[in-house]
């Protein structure tokens, strides 16, 4: 928030991520929803994936198809977030702990 009172911040800050399908912490989203909506900000969603499994589980759909389309979009809050369903935190620490255990053996072979 203080940062904020930066005029270069406040202009620069049109967005805040607040559905994540993969954050290990469902109160992360809750807060940031909070915030979004306490500075009055625009809510964007991902899936912040890692894994290939996670892409597109969140998103942030707009009218447009370039850049300045969705900055447009963003400082209009003319966004939609597009949800399937969060992941729970097993299956995140377990789909990360296997996609590790999987690459060892290429990242043996690099090191190497």
């Known amino acids: 928030m203080r940062a904020l009172r930066n005029q270069e911040v406040a202009r ?9 399908a993969t954050t290990i912490d469902r109160m992360s989203n ?9 500075l ?5 969603g991902s899936s912040d994936a890692h894994i290939v499994e996670a892409v597109g589980l969140g998103s ?3 009218d447009g198809h370039t850049a300045q389309d969705l900055i447009r979009a963003l400082r209009k ?3 939609h977030i597009r949800k399937q369903k969060e992941w729970n935190s ?3 620490l377990g789909s990360w702990a296997a996609n ?4 060892a053996f290429t990242r043996l072979a690099n090191a190497v």
């Open 12 to 20: 620069l800050l049109i967005a805040i991520e607040t559905f994540n």
């Open 30 to 38: 809750h807060y940031a929803r909070m915030l979004a909506e306490r």
């Open 40 to 44: 009055n900000i625009t809510q964007t």
């Open 60 to 62: 942030t759909e707009f």
């Open 77 to 79: 809050g003319n966004v």
């Open 90 to 92: 097993v299956r995140i």
């Open 100 to 103: 590790y255990v999987g690459s």
